[in-house]
């Protein structure tokens, strides 16, 4: 594998490379022409499986492997919705203040949420993670999700990285000087807006058991090529007791596709769902002004993928269209590029099995910037 990443690095634009920096410009990377739709999306993996379950108690931050316990279930006339789409069953949620309990609520902390002892239990215990036979990447879906988006999102990404024995764990990185955003934001309208989706996923879901706050994942396991593999966590919102997939619960004042900032929503949302084996997407619609749930859309992958991607939309210059595909095309680059570089320090070392660290930045431009660090970074599950 290190002699094929050698060639591979070879060959890509890098920019410099002094020893303990790395840059590489993925501005040109190869992909379709924005403005062409294909009838069916690509697929972010060769092949993709839920290797595990895993549930997190709260707040004693403990995780048990193999537990459903933390899976919360759709309430019945909400899975009657996503299987008919009738109005009929969902009416008497509409008109619902998606600010209610607003001041009691507490958001998990972004520490817990990066936790990932699980996933250092599964590789433990199922070892499944097989040594120098390829490179497998470990983090939680929302890192993918920000890797992904870079190019449509005009936002820089700012990761540390510890590499050990064939794995590559990517983190936030805490060093990097980031305004809290979010459910933690300082904006108190941003926190509001925010606090909408939780509002309604509590409203429209069952706990598993009420009594214990718990946070329930899928372990994914995920191959990019024979060489190169994503296993990560992403947290599930809830599953449908009827049919047994897993449903993304999300709240908008508004779903526009002909609008460019709904349209980068709307890739954002099916990136997400798309990563994972099988996923349905429930929509809550709430009014912009007094934040009452008013309406509520369902989604299968496909229909959300013809939402955003069919040639009756408006071409959008910016962002490459938001074109789901390109999206897909840029995950399987940035993710070689990464590996890429990480090779061409691990063969540097020779014969020195420790751990090696670095700081991955990717600009708005699409600069990649891989710095060796001396110091292994908070964090790293090694």
Known sequence: MADELVRTFEKLDVRESPGDVTEVNCKQF??????????????????????????????????????????????????KFIQDGSRCHVSNYF????????????????????????????????????????????????????????????????????????????????????????IHSNDERMRKLCYTGFELENLVTTPAHSQEKTVFYSIVRGRIDSHLECLFKAEIDCVDPTTGIYTEIKCSAGIKPQNSYHRQKLLRMWVQTSLIPRTTLLVGIRDPYYN???????????????????????????????????????????????????????????????????????????LLRIRKLKNKPPGSIF
């Open 292 to 366: 009452q749930l008013t309406s509520f859309e369902r989604y299968t992958r496909g229909q959300l993928y013809r939402k955003f991607n069919n040639s009756n939309l408006k071409f959008i210059r910016q962002n490459y269209n938001c074109n789901a595909n390109i999206s897909v095309q840029w995950f399987h680059h940035i993710m070689k590029v990464i590996q890429s570089c990480v090779c061409q320090y691990v063969v540097a070392q020779g014969s020195d099995d420790s751990p090696l660290s670095f700081k991955i930045s990717l600009s708005k431009d699409l």
């Open 95 to 182: 008109g619902h203040d998606l600010l209610t309990h607003y001041d009691q609520f507490i958001p998990l902390a972004t520490d817990q949420l990066e936790n990932m002892q699980g996933i250092q239990n599964f590789i433990n215990q199922s070892g499944s993670v097989k040594k120098d036979e390829k490179l497998t990447i470990i983090c939680s879906r929302h890192n993918l999700v920000e890797l992904i988006m870079s190019p449509f999102s005009n936002q820089d990404v700012c990761l540390s990285a510890v590499y050990s024995n064939g794995v590559l764990h990517l983190f936030p990185d805490k060093l990097a000087s980031r305004q809290a955003t979010g």
């Open 30 to 79: 190869q992909h379709l022409n924005p403005s062409k739709i294909l009838p069916s999306p690509l697929s972010f993996f060769q092949e993709v499986e839920e290797a595990e379950v895993l549930t997190q108690l709260l707040p004693q931050n403990e995780f048990v492997l193999g537990s459903r316990h933390g899976l919360a279930s759709l309430k019945p006339d909400m899975s």
